[in-house]
Nanobody
Framework: QLVESGGGLVQPGGSLRLSCAASESIWGINAMGWYRQAPGKERELVAD???????NYAASVKGRFGISRDFAKNTVYLQMNSLKPEDTAVYYC?????????WGKGTPVTVAS
């Protein structure tokens, strides 16, 4: 399983750090990433990171968010800075493996005064 943590309520301009840990039952992980889904909208890619460490970001978060990965712990992080109300969403972790993709259950992030 993938277990996300770190979501919550934050004021505009604030920061949060999300974590996603993959259990030992998930092996052969290639890329890991973060997606988000706001109310009434489709799920969208926020950022991902390959097994080689190459990162990719959505244009809306580039320069504000940073994705990193601890390969030894099978954990991926999302550092979110300068948060905006439009970043409010449920954030999901995804792991792409040789056996297919796995999703976490999501962690909510609310950016509001």
């Amino acid at each position: 399983q993938l277990v996300e943590s770190g979501g919550g309520l934050v004021q505009p301009g604030g920061s949060l750090r999300l974590s996603c840990a993959a259990s030992e039952s998930i092996w052969g992980i290639n890329a890991m990433g973060w997606y988000r889904q706001a109310p009434g909208k489709e799920r969208e890619l926020v950022a991902d990171i390959t097994g080689g460490g190459t990162t990719n970001y959505a244009a809306s978060v580039k320069g504000r968010f940073g994705i990193s990965r601890d390969f030894a712990k099978n954990t991926v992080y999302l550092q979110m800075n300068s948060l905006k109300p439009e970043d409010t969403a449920v954030y999901y972790c995804k792991a792409d493996t040789v056996r297919g993709g796995y999703w976490g259950k999501g962690t909510p992030v609310t950016v509001a005064s």
